[in-house]
């Protein structure tokens, strides 16, 4: 009997340790990205919106997510060939391809910030030909409609550079989001920026590949539940 119940425990043992992985769905982190929507250690996604986020729509479709950290640049060939399954925090006018889009899950505003120095505005096309503070690998369709050939571009690689740049007077404005700004003015309240216009609403969605290993209509349910449940509200509240 003894030997009887050995056996079983050992045999359960081995067929737990056997037990299959949950597989997996991936998302894209873009490395350009700072908190609150990433940070990173290496090259590796560490804390964030998009970690937190990503890693709530695996679970409720009993997956593991995996994050693949990725250049602006590479992010739309990425999806369209496969190679991730989804990102989060991005809108259409950001992401040229065909893509499967999830509901609104961040809403947010793009902002034209500045120095308390820098001079009022009540227009963007005051800037015409001025420089700007941006993001390598970032589009902003407003800015691009509203001045065309006279948006003249200066590039951080990241967010946090963009700010930071901002912050020590280099420029006297640079664009940003509402949720970026207000994380770094809670983190740096020294810094002194303040919005000078609001330029538009951004409703980010997550885009999922045409590729991706799971049908769309779950995920995004997956992703309406959370919405719905509170879930993404309590993600969003941790970094306010």
Known sequence: MLAGLLFAAIGGATCRAQAPERPELVFIAPTSNTLPLAEFEGNRLRAGILKDLGEAIAARLQRRARFLPLPSRRVRAALRDGEADGLCYVIPGWL?????????????????????????????????????GTVVGYRYPEVEALLGAGFV????????????????????????????LAYFLRQHPEAGLRTVLTLGRID???????????????????????????SVERILSRYR
């Open 96 to 132: 040229d391809g065909q893509h499967d889009w999830s509901s609104v899950v961040i809403p947010d505003a793009a902002l034209l910030a500045g120095t308390q120095q820098a001079p009022e505005l009540a227009q963007l096309q005051e800037l015409e030909g001025q420089a700007i």
């Open 153 to 180: 571009r200066d590039d951080a690689p990241t967010m946090l550079a963009n700010l930071r740049k901002l912050a020590a007077q280099r420029l006297p404005y640079a664009l940003a989001e509402r949720t970026s």
């Open 204 to 230: 980010a969605r997550c885009a999922f590949s045409r590729k991706a290993r799971l049908p769309f209509g779950q995920v995004n349910q997956a992703i309406d539940d959370l919405l719905a449940d509170g």
